[in-house]
């Protein structure tokens, strides 16, 4: 995909080089002293929706389950997700959907669960978040489809008038979703990969595993604890391009964090960064200052779309959600002389959550 003519290749192909490219599954076992009875630790990571994932597991000695049956579910989990909710795929119940017309679509359960947290976090940010933004993510050239120029004014007011969550209509006792316009298309980016954490995490809870950490393109959801001394450390990177290091590491148990930024997934344009979050309100990539936004809540899905909508809502507005709503928030802010300020909210587990001078990305240690 090539954003517009901006010359040199798109800086969005420095998205999270694919560390493991078509390797399906490294395990890896540690031994990890987890008290009076040791146990292993697999490290199982992967490819999927476009990103990679890493899934740490930790395998009491006396734990009946085997590692493929492990990689078996962990696998299915995250291709149930894919072949559903996939823009990537021509075939999956997503695309599907967007090439129907306006009477009623049957759709699988966890479609209707995701397309219904989508429109209530949309309700709750005032639209800042909104699935039917896929044609203005693909007219920017964020989409599978490569674009030639960035979109015309007249192209992007006439998407916004086709757009806007208010016109999907979800209706779980059918099981159904309508759209009031037919040239709605929704774009699950900003929530599917957090969904898919939540369901492998539930995959694993029923293989009776309670000790993991699960994380899929940077959204993370950490269970129990690493061993019987140290719980499950959690990287928030400096939102830097390129392998960046980490700006604070944050200790999670029994919850989920999901980040969003405009600093992986961007182009250049005449000097001006074109960021792959759009503000469905105007119909253009949002400018401000709020390079990275951390949400951590008790479901991934939730945390993603929560991330997703306080990035396009900035700083201030941003802000005025997060104390209306009490979430649990971390902003990084680019400061006027170079570098970032942070923000974190009360909810924000400040004491548990320190600046980190690590490089490593992902689970720091
Ligand atoms: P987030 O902030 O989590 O999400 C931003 C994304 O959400 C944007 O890229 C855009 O798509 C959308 N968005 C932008 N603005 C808004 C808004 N205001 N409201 C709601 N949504 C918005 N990528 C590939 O290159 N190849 C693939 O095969 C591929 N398959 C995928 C399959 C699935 C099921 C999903 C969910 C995504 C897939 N992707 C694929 C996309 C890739 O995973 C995305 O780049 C990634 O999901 C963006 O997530 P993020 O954490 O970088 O940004």
């Known amino acids: 995909m090539s954003p517009p003519n901006s010359g040199p290749p798109p800086l969005k192909r420095m998205i999270v080089p694919a560390l493991f490219v078509g390797a399906l599954f490294l395990v890896v076992f540690l031994r990890q002293p ?14 999927t929706m476009g990103t990679a994932f890493t899934v740490k597991i930790v395998v009491p000695s006396e734990s009946g389950v085997s590692q493929d049956e492990v990689e078996t579910v962990i696998r299915a989990a995250v291709d149930a997700v894919d072949s559903a909710m996939s823009t990537y795929q021509d075939d999956s119940e997503l695309s599907r959907f967007n090439r129907h017309g306006t009477g009623p679509f049957d759709v699988s359960e966890s479609m209707i669960e995701v397309v219904s947290e989508a429109q209530r976090v949309a309700e709750l940010s005032a639209g800042a978040f909104d699935i039917t933004v896929g044609p203005l993510v693909d007219a920017w050239g964020f989409g599978p489809d490569p674009v030639a120029d960035p979109p015309a004014a007249e192209t992007i007011a006439a998407l916004l008038a086709s757009g806007g969550f208010d016109k999907i209509d979800v209706d ?3 099981g159904t979703l309508v759209k009031a316009d037919e040239a709605i ?3 699950l980016s900003a929530i599917a ?6 369901r492998v995490a539930r995959e694993l809870v029923r293989l009776e595993l309670t000790d993991f950490m699960v994380e899929i393109g940077g959204e993370v959801r950490a269970s129990g604890r690493k061993t019987v001394s140290e719980a499950w450390r959690i990287g ?5 391009a390129g392998p ?5 590491a944050v200790t999670l148990v029994d919850t989920a964090m999901a ?3 405009d600093y992986r997934n961007y182009y250049e ?4 960064r074109i960021s792959h979050t759009i503000d469905p309100r105007t119909g253009h990539p949002i400018t401000h200052k709020l390079a990275s936004v951390s949400v951590i809540h008790p479901s991934c899905m939730t945390a993603d779309a929560l991330a997703t909508a306080l990035s396009v809502l900035g700083p201030e507005d941003g802000r005025a959600m997060v104390e209306r709503e009490g979430l649990a928030a971390l902003f990084l802010i680019r400061a006027a002389g170079g570098g970032f300020e942070e923000w974190a909210s009360d909810g924000w587990p400040s004491e548990n959550t320190v600046r980190a001078t690590g490089v490593e990305q992902g689970e720091s240690e």
């Not at 987890?34 to 490819?47: F, M, R």
């Not at 928030?236 to 830097?240: S, Y």
Request: with cysteine.
């Open 172 to 174: 779980p006792e059918r």
């Open 236 to 240: 928030i990177e400096r939102p830097e």
């Open 193 to 198: 990969k957090g969904y898919a954490v939540d």
């Open 34 to 47: 987890n008290g009076p009875e040791y146990s292993d630790q697999w490290v199982l990571t992967g490819q």
């Open 269 to 272: 344009r005449d000097g001006v």
């Open 185 to 187: 298309r929704c774009d």
């Open 244 to 248: 960046g290091g980490l700006w604070s």
């Open 259 to 261: 980040t969003s930024g």
